[in-house]
């Protein structure tokens, strides 16, 4: 599975942005897809989760309530909005796909994974 991330950028706090991953090579929907940030000098962390169908979701606690995970299966493709964007939210995001049969909440339990984008959060 190839993935590609795009979507991020500078906004200022309050703003959004929406993240894309374009997946080919496999047959997508039957990939967990992960979202995941590392801010500088800090973990690697999940941001949100979503398994195959879409009905299953997973959100950290710090951005529960303003990012939203979602996937088109038709089109290969898994999106992270995010609203009400803070500082802290600055990181390298990078999205991951993993052939489970469950939400996998750690890094190792994903085999394929994206180049990142950059998100930057002015103050």
């Known amino acids: 599975v190839q993935l590609q991330a795009s979507g991020g950028g500078l906004v200022q706090a309050g703003g959004s942005l929406r993240l894309s991953c374009a997946a080919s090579?496999?047959?997508?929907?039957?990939?967990?897809m992960g979202w995941f940030r590392q801010a500088a000098g800090k973990e690697r962390e999940l941001v949100a989760g979503i398994r195959g169908s879409g009905v299953t979701t997973y959100y950290a606690d710090s951005v529960k309530g303003r990012f939203t995970i979602s996937r088109d299966n038709a089109k290969n493709t898994v999106y992270l909005q995010m609203n009400s964007l803070k500082p802290e939210d600055t990181a390298v995001y990078y999205c991951?796909?993993?052939?489970?049969?469950?939400?996998?909440?750690?890094?190792?339990?994903?085999?394929?994974w994206g180049q990142g984008t950059q998100v930057t959060v002015s103050s």
């Open positions: 090579g496999q047959t997508f929907s039957n990939y967990v």
């Open positions: 991951a796909a993993g052939d489970r049969r469950y939400m996998p909440l750690s890094g190792h339990q994903y085999d394929y």
